[in-house]
């Protein structure tokens, strides 16, 4: 079974810095997708970024990036120029290119941004 | 652009009552996800449903059932309330083939039991 494991429950950056949120999952498949979902105190699921496995490029959207290392099973996301909108919980998620369409969760990570 | 629509948005129920919660996906998508996300966790998958059929299983209660109907919204019919069963439940809709089925997800149904 896929698993996503993120180990930073709670992160915190100052205002305008970048700061970087770590995931893992474990998988036997090659064909999958990892996303990165932003969950505000409103508690609406907004993506925020999505990578597929067969692509070796970074996905980038504005401000957020990641780095894919499909060897290592890990995908962080980096957000640079922290805005104070940016604070809420970020889930890591993880969904099969030939299986089941459903979405796996990480635990998430709380993201506080100070002023 | 429209989106995913759930209601209701709040709902709060007794122990051993029953809850149905509703699910509009966006037009023309023909496959609907629901997850459950308890206090401080994360979504966990409940089931799904494409074309009217289920798709895929996961840790849904045999106390709940869900369909989907020929104008594509769901429902998912909760029975024998516990208190456990208190939770956010999202819906997704996507669209097969389009993106890679990329999941558009609803604003929530905030369902508190007593």
Known sequence: AQTVTQSQPEMSVQEAETVTLSCTYDTSESDYYLFWYK??????MILVIRQEAYKQQNATENRFSVNFQ????????????????DA????????SGTGANNLFFGTGTRLTVIP | AAGVIQSPRHLIK????????????IPRHDTVYW??????????FLISFYEKMQSDKGS????????????????LNMSSLELGDSALY???????????????????????VL
Do not use: W
């Not at chain 1, 499909?70 to 909108?85: E, M, P, R, V, Y």
């Not at chain 2, 997850?35 to 966990?44: N, W």
């Open chain 1, 39 to 44: 969950q505000p105190p409103s508690r609406q």
């Open chain 1, 70 to 85: 499909k060897a290592a099973k890990s995908f962080s996301l980096k957000i640079s120029d922290s805005q104070l909108g």
């Open chain 1, 88 to 95: 809420a919980m970020y889930f890591c998620a993880y969904r």
């Open chain 2, 14 to 25: 007794e122990k051993r009552e029953t809850a149905t919660l509703k699910c509009y996906p």
């Open chain 2, 35 to 44: 997850y459950q996300q308890g206090p401080g966790q994360d979504p966990q």
């Open chain 2, 60 to 75: 849904i209660p045999d106390r709940f059932s869900a369909q989907q109907f020929s104008d594509y919204h769901s429902e």
């Open chain 2, 90 to 112: 999202f819906c997704a809709s996507s669209l097969f083939g389009v993106r890679r089925n990329e999941q558009f997800f609803g604003p929530g149904t905030r369902l508190t």
